[in-house]
């Protein structure tokens, strides 16, 4: 099962170093990963989805906790966070397929960026089952190029 970490790190240098050790450290593959700086310019937060069971997630929370740049280590669970990647797909565009994959970008929500003569380019913000499901319309017009940010996810509030 794939979890969401949000951890909360000093925004100094080495600190993405000795966290992603802490994971090969332990054999554990990091899905995804993203950095950035936060509200506070002296803090960043890692959005990390790796793959495990509870038991292993548990584990790395501990771990994570140890370090010392870390400040606070959450793991998200399913329903209590909202999630997007960013993707930029380039598909080979012919201009007798033009139309067709402007309406696939236009009912999808992607936008094209960029367009030449034989390609066009769409930047996609979305959930990874949403981009898979783009990445299927497309394939048919052949994908030349994929290239994708971490997931950056936050906390919905609390509905009382």
Known sequence: MKYTLSVLVENH????????????????????????????????????????????????????????????????????????????IKVNCPAKQRLDIMKISELMGASIVDVSVNTMTLQFADTLERFETLCDLLKPYGIREIVRTGTVAIEKESRK
């Open 13 to 88: 240098a080495g600190v993405l170093s000795k966290v992603s050790s802490l994971f090969a450290r332990r054999a554990f593959n990091i899905d995804s990963l993203a950095v950035g700086i936060t509200e506070d310019p002296n803090i960043s937060r890692m959005t990390i989805v790796a793959d495990g069971d509870e038991y292993v997630i548990e584990q790395l929370e501990k771990q994570l906790n140890k370090v010392i740049p870390v400040i606070k280590v959450r793991t998200y669970r399913e329903g209590e966070y909202i999630s997007r990647e960013l993707s930029l």
